[in-house]
């Protein structure tokens, strides 16, 4: 398996305008987590979903973001609009189950996307 | 609520010296814990985990953690230390209440471990 998948790795764009960061999970996972982090605040965990369907999204900064998981394998962070504030590294993690079918927390990264907000 | 604390922002240690990360933890219900690994600009890796058993942990790259209950910490070890093993460790632990919030893991701030030769 290719690991998590994450595009675009580098985005630069300019205040105001619309951000789409993509995560694709490892096939078989059921968990996706969406976290950024910055030198300020360390990893903050923004939502995350089981089976597609969002669990807890307490952590998502404000209205301007939104977050979808429209299959099993794909997943979307929206920034709408974007500010300074909010150029950080954003990762996306899955995680999955063992073969009993427990749980397994060890979660899988992605290599982020650096986003910049100018 | 659970929750874990990295008291050392920052960690130095030499060359071939053993090294320990501190972490402690507070749960509700059994301790689910674990330790991650950030090397520049990857995302986070895992290194071992602690369910039950053994209080002492082995890991991936020489990594050991010890669970003590009493003391309520897993401090991750390691007997000799190496310029490679510099990077940011984050300690974790599970959610403690039931069905689908059991997936997440709360981190800690990380501590930077710098080896220097």
């Known amino acids: 398996d290719a690991g998590v998948i994450q595009s675009p790795r580098h985005e630069v764009t300019e205040m105001g305008q619309e951000v789409t960061l993509r995560c694709k999970p490892i096939s078989g996972h059921d968990y996706l987590f969406w976290y950024r982090q910055t030198m300020m605040r360390g990893l903050e965990l923004l939502i995350y979903?089981?089976?597609?369907?969002?669990?807890?999204d307490s952590g998502m900064p404000e209205d301007r973001f939104s977050a979808k998981m429209p299959n099993a394998s794909f997943s979307t962070l929206k920034i709408q609009p974007s500010e300074p504030r909010d150029s950080a590294v954003y990762f996306c993690?899955?995680?999955?189950?063992?073969?009993?079918?427990?749980?397994?927390?060890?979660?899988?990264f992605g290599p982020g996307t650096r986003l910049t907000v100018l | 609520a659970q929750s874990v604390a990295q008291p050392e922002d920052q960690v130095n240690v030499a060359e071939g010296n053993p090294l320990t990360v501190k972490c402690t933890y507070s749960?509700?219900?059994?301790?689910?814990l674990f330790w991650y690994v950030q090397y520049p600009n990857r995302g986070l890796q895992f290194l071992l985990k602690?369910?039950?058993?053994?209080?002492l942990v082995k890991g991936s790259y020489g990594f050991e953690a010890e669970f003590n209950k009493s003391q309520t910490s897993f401090h991750l070890k390691k007997p000799s230390a190496l310029v490679s093993d510099s990077a940011l460790y984050f300690c974790a632990v599970r959610d403690g209440d039931r069905g689908s919030t059991l997936g997440r893991l709360y981190f800690g701030r990380g501590t930077q471990l710098t080896v220097w030769p």
């Open positions: 993690a899955s995680s999955g189950r063992l073969a009993g079918g427990s749980l397994n927390n060890e979660q899988f």
């Open positions: 602690y369910i039950t058993g053994d209080n």
């Open positions: 749960v509700s219900g059994n301790p689910y």
């Open positions: 979903f089981n089976n597609n369907v969002p669990i807890d």
